[in-house]
């Protein structure tokens, strides 16, 4: 069989058909689905009263929402490296977002403190479903690796967080509260 022939044949076992029944490429198909998440994305950064933003929109979304839960402010300067948000102590907290399918996970976190930042806060995406935020104090983040049988360095500044670390921190907030460790879960986000 010939490449031609070949190309001809997966094109065909590839082709789409779009809403009027007529057969699309993969790349008419590619171009169309970019088309809807534009739309799509759109929708959401002007919900977040952004509508101009390139950057990442779960980024965006996470800082904005771990501002309304400590009741802060987002940082003025939208791409400094070092802090998002300010709480209304006028704390600086780094927000970060940890995106994962439902279920297991396949991505971990290592959240890093710097000298000027007092609070860590990681919002948790499960299947692009926004599911807690976990907030670390710098001050006491070796204890919370303690508690949690760490044993990578450095932990007064870093913190190797998986799923079980963090299933912890969310199942067992009496223990971990009075480390500074705040938490706040889907649906009510209210923290306990």
């Known amino acids: 069989m010939d490449d031609e022939r070949a190309a001809g044949e997966l094109t065909e076992h590839l082709a789409l058909r779009d809403a009027d029944g007529a057969t699309m490429t993969p790349r008419e198909d590619l171009i169309r689905a970019m088309a809807r998440y534009r739309t799509a994305r759109r929708e959401f950064l002007v919900a977040l009263g952004i509508p101009a933003s390139n950057r990442d929109p779960l980024a965006e979304f996470s800082e904005r929402l771990v501002a309304e839960l400590v009741g802060g402010r987002l940082a003025d300067s939208r791409v400094a490296k070092g802090f998002d948000v300010v709480d209304p102590d006028g704390r600086k907290i780094q927000v970060r977002y940890l995106a994962n399918p439902e279920g297991a996970w396949v991505n971990e976190h290592l959240i890093t403190f710097d000298d000027d ?76």
Do not use: M
Request: net charge positive; proline share 5%.
């Open 117 to 192: 930042l007092d609070f860590y806060a990681l919002a948790i995406i499960e299947a692009l479903e926004p599911t807690a935020v976990i907030c670390f104090a710098r001050d006491t983040l070796a204890q919370v690796c303690a508690h949690l049988g760490k044993r990578h360095p450095q932990q007064e500044r870093t913190l190797q967080l998986t799923r079980v670390n963090a299933k912890a921190c969310l199942s067992d907030r009496a223990r971990f509260a009075p480390l500074g460790v705040r938490v706040w879960r889907a649906p009510e986000w209210s923290e306990a």
